[in-house]
């Protein structure tokens, strides 16, 4: 006999819905907007507003920027996260209890008092460019989501298949790669993403580090908003929120770690 869904979880259900899509319907709404400032609903329709945001050279500039910071970043991040989440996760028992905290200490610490100590160790005290303290940064910002996701993933797996693909004459190394990354794969995948978005929407971090000539399309915004209160910063957001997206679903079609099975 078939269940019925109770109508209080229905209803549950689509407020859950609404909550989560509630504000992108209306910053898409304000970025269709044909007045020329931000409103909700909006009184008529326009793609206007996209096109000035690229006309506007500030944005597509730190764009490119912001873009190249997330994806170092994050890769940073994850050549780091992943081995560091591994050795906790295999040697948890040889390893000290207090080593998995170390690795959260960037989220427990305020953004803004870390980056106050990143601009002072990595741009005044080493004098690192402005783009190599950012990547540092960056990396430094969403190295917890790393090894927190893929430490997770982690804790679910079964050691002894790499154990029984050593015992087979599979080096370790190769062991980890075509057996132990293909298992944690769905936790790579939420690790990056987590990370790549909380970078790429980083400000308080980019705002110490950042320098002549050089600028994240956060700041920009912020900045743009200084002085305009028009839509176009609800179309940079509609546009930001759509490349996410595509490039998330490019992640999650390519890291399937097939490759390291041929």
Same mark, same amino acid.
């Given at each position: 006999?078939?269940?019925?869904?109770?109508?209080?979880?229905?209803?549950?259900?689509?407020?859950?819905?609404?909550?989560?899509?509630?504000?992108?319907?209306?910053?898409?709404?304000?970025?269709?907007?044909?007045?020329?400032?931000?409103?909700?609903?909006?009184?008529?329709?326009?793609?206007?507003?996209?096109?000035?945001?690229?006309?506007?050279?500030?944005?597509?500039?730190?764009?490119?920027?912001?873009?190249?910071?997330?994806?170092?970043?994050?890769?940073?991040?994850?050549?780091?996260?992943?081995?560091?989440?591994?050795?906790?996760?295999?040697?948890?028992?040889?390893?000290?209890?207090?080593?998995?905290?170390?690795? %959260? !200490? &960037?989220?427990?610490?305020?953004? $803004?008092?870390? #980056? =106050?100590? *990143?601009?002072?160790?990595?741009?005044?005290?080493?004098?690192?460019?402005?783009?190599?303290?950012?990547?540092?940064?960056?990396?430094?910002?969403?190295?917890?989501?790393?090894?927190?996701?893929?430490?997770?993933?982690?804790?679910?797996?079964?050691?002894?298949?790499?154990?029984?693909?050593?015992?087979?004459?599979?080096?370790?190394?190769?062991?980890?790669?075509?057996? %132990? !990354? &293909?298992?944690?794969?769905?936790? $790579?995948?939420? #690790? =990056?993403? *987590?990370?790549?978005?909380?970078?790429?929407?980083?400000?308080?971090?980019?705002?110490?580090?950042?320098?002549?000539?050089?600028?994240?399309?956060?700041?920009?915004?912020?900045?743009?908003?200084?002085?305009?209160?028009?839509?176009?910063?609800?179309?940079?957001?509609?546009?930001?929120?759509?490349?996410?997206?595509?490039?998330?679903?490019?992640?999650?079609?390519?890291?399937? !770690?097939?490759?390291?099975?041929?």
């Amino acid at each position: 006999m078939k269940r019925k869904t109770h109508p209080a979880l229905i209803a549950f259900t689509v407020l859950t819905f609404l909550f989560l899509l509630g504000p992108l319907i209306v910053i898409l709404g304000a970025a269709l907007s044909d007045t020329p400032f931000l409103t909700f609903p909006p009184q008529g329709l326009t793609l206007s507003w996209f096109q000035n945001a690229f006309e506007i050279q500030a944005f597509t500039r730190t764009m490119g920027t912001s873009f190249i910071l997330a994806i170092g970043g994050t890769a940073l991040s994850m050549l780091i996260g992943i081995p560091a989440a591994y050795a906790m996760a295999r040697y948890r028992v040889e390893l000290p209890a207090f080593l998995g905290n170390v690795f %959260v !200490l &960037p989220i427990l610490i305020p953004e $803004i008092v870390l #980056g =106050f100590s *990143l601009m002072r160790s990595l741009a005044t005290g080493w004098g690192l460019p402005i783009m190599a303290a950012l990547l540092i940064g960056h990396a430094l910002l969403v190295l917890p989501y790393c090894v927190r996701v893929v430490g997770a993933s982690l804790n679910g797996f079964d050691f002894s298949i790499e154990e029984a693909a050593v015992s087979l004459g599979c080096p370790r190394w190769k062991a980890f790669l075509i057996v %132990v !990354l &293909p298992n944690i794969r769905a936790g $790579i995948i939420a #690790g =990056f993403i *987590l990370a790549f978005i909380t970078s790429l929407n980083d400000v308080s971090i980019s705002i110490f580090l950042t320098g002549p000539g050089v600028s994240t399309l956060p700041i920009q915004l912020l900045a743009h908003m200084e002085q305009f209160f028009d839509p176009t910063i609800a179309a940079v957001s509609v546009l930001l929120m759509g490349v996410t997206v595509a490039v998330m679903a490019v992640v999650e079609k390519t890291l399937g !770690l097939t490759f390291l099975t041929k």
